[in-house]
């Protein structure tokens, strides 16, 4: 009778312990986690715990980039939205403190980084890494445009983007370029005909659908979903420059090939006047942006980058656009105290505003402003002797960045419809 009740105890006692085991189990996978951000959160929307794969291929690249020394920054949109809602509470979040995945767990197909390519010392090393690590990488090349009116040079390739997927999230690591105008520039993201179309979605990604142009941004480290990552000191901004940064190339082929036909003037007169103004165009765009108007190359100015990537020396004007809706109207005094004084002024405000300041050597910064309509744009001008007034018609357009005389700049996207409209006849007839 003993012996019995030993071994009933003894089943007693394990079957006791074994229910125990399962509770604590299934008290720390549906109640401890949850609320340590380790398992699946049950809390709406887009919030999925730390497990989700998004987060754990953000946390791998971030290793390995740390690892290899690789100076990546988040650049992507979504995200920096995200952050910059919270930004005072995260920037006194430390490391491990977070309990929930609010960031880089929200669904999405692609996390974006950008990398300054000057500043990159391991490139091979780093792809090797990258694939051993369990990622898949795509490598994007193409043709350096700042060496296409070099010979020697041209068809340097440089790489652009990287695309590295780890089960279904990548990351598309955006490779910035510093460019002579002080800024920073990525290129078109063009599939080669080997490549895999279907590797990822690309049409999702928001980066690399045509060449961009940004402001070189101070960074700052930051701890998000308890990874630590860089980010642009001013979120707001870069995310402001985002749909706007779209660039186009001074034409450096076309441009040599002009100067084969045409020869360049290298008189001390020309070189001259070339110095002169470019000093002038440098005054007038810190004095634009300190007002926060935009501005662009227009008339002369523009013809000149779009046909000869510089200055027409026998021009003797700076020529810039702008449009009304930007004008302000403190823009007077504020050239006239940079020593740019008033010469000549037409029109009103609500009706063909034209400006004309007189740089040093005689050379003229004429400012024409840009009226809207519902199918077209339109400036004046008005005769100086007569008083005769024009209206210049215009087909609607957009601004693009470019470099011109070692600045980033805006000109018309529709660079030869703007020409034309401007000449009034087809850009080959174009003679000044």
């Avoid at 996390?111 to 090393?125: D, I, S």
């Avoid at 001013?234 to 100067?259: G, N, Q, T």
């Avoid at 110095?275 to 810190?286: D, G, I, R, S, W």
Wanted: aromatic share 14%; with cysteine; hydrophobic share 40%.
């Amino acid at each position: 009778m003993s012996r019995i009740n030993k071994n009933v105890i003894l089943a007693l006692l394990t079957l006791t312990s074994s229910a125990f085991l399962l509770f604590q189990l299934y008290y720390y996978k549906h109640y401890l986690s949850a609320k340590n951000g380790t398992g699946l959160s049950k809390s709406k929307g887009s919030r999925i715990g730390f497990d989700s794969t998004q987060w754990r291929a953000v946390k791998k690249f971030i290793m390995l980039t740390s690892s290899q020394n690789v100076p990546v920054f988040l650049i992507d949109p979504l995200i920096l939205e995200l952050i910059n809602k919270d930004f005072e509470q995260l920037k006194n979040t430390s490391h491990g403190s977070t309990s929930e995945c609010q960031f880089f767990c929200v669904p999405r197909d692609f996390t974006t980084f950008a990398l300054r390519y000057h500043l990159w010392k391991n490139e091979e090393g780093w792809f090797r890494i990258a694939e051993n690590m369990g990622f898949q990488c795509l490598k994007i090349e193409s043709k350096d445009p700042r060496l296409d009116g070099i010979d020697s040079l041209s068809g340097t390739e440089i790489p652009l983007h990287y695309i590295c997927r780890l089960a279904n999230h990548a990351i598309h690591l955006v490779v910035f370029h510093e460019r002579s105008g002080n800024y920073l520039w990525h290129g078109h993201l063009r599939l080669k005909g080997h490549m895999d179309r279907k590797f990822v979605p690309f049409r999702k990604l928001r980066f690399g659908r045509y060449p961009g142009a940004f402001d070189r941004p101070a960074l700052q480290q930051i701890t998000v979903d308890g990874l630590e990552v860089f980010i642009p000191k001013d979120p707001v901004h870069f995310l402001e420059e985002i749909p706007h940064s779209r660039f186009i190339e001074c034409r450096y082929k076309e441009a040599r090939a002009f100067f084969q036909q045409y020869l360049d003037d290298n008189t001390v007169e020309a070189m001259a006047f070339r110095k002169n103004a470019k000093e002038l165009l440098q005054l007038a765009a810190k004095t634009l942006k300190k007002l926060g108007v935009r501005f662009w190359l227009s008339s002369g100015t523009c013809l000149g980058w779009y046909r000869q990537c510089n200055i027409i020396p026998y021009s003797k004007d700076v020529d810039l656009g702008i449009f009304i809706q930007d004008y302000k109207s403190d823009i007077i005094s504020a050239f006239q105290d940079v020593g740019l004084p008033l010469k000549h002024k037409f029109g009103k405000v609500e009706d063909s505003l034209e400006l004309s300041f007189q740089g040093k050597d005689d050379i003229k910064l004429d400012i024409f402003f840009f009226y809207e309509e519902t199918d077209h744009m339109w400036n004046g001008g008005t005769q100086a002797k007569t008083g005769k007034k024009f209206k210049y018609l215009f087909p609607k357009f957009t601004l693009c960045w470019t470099e011109f005389v070692d600045m980033k700049i805006h000109v018309p996207c529709e660079t030869i419809e703007y020409i034309e409209a401007n000449y009034g006849v087809p850009l080959r007839q174009v003679q000044c």
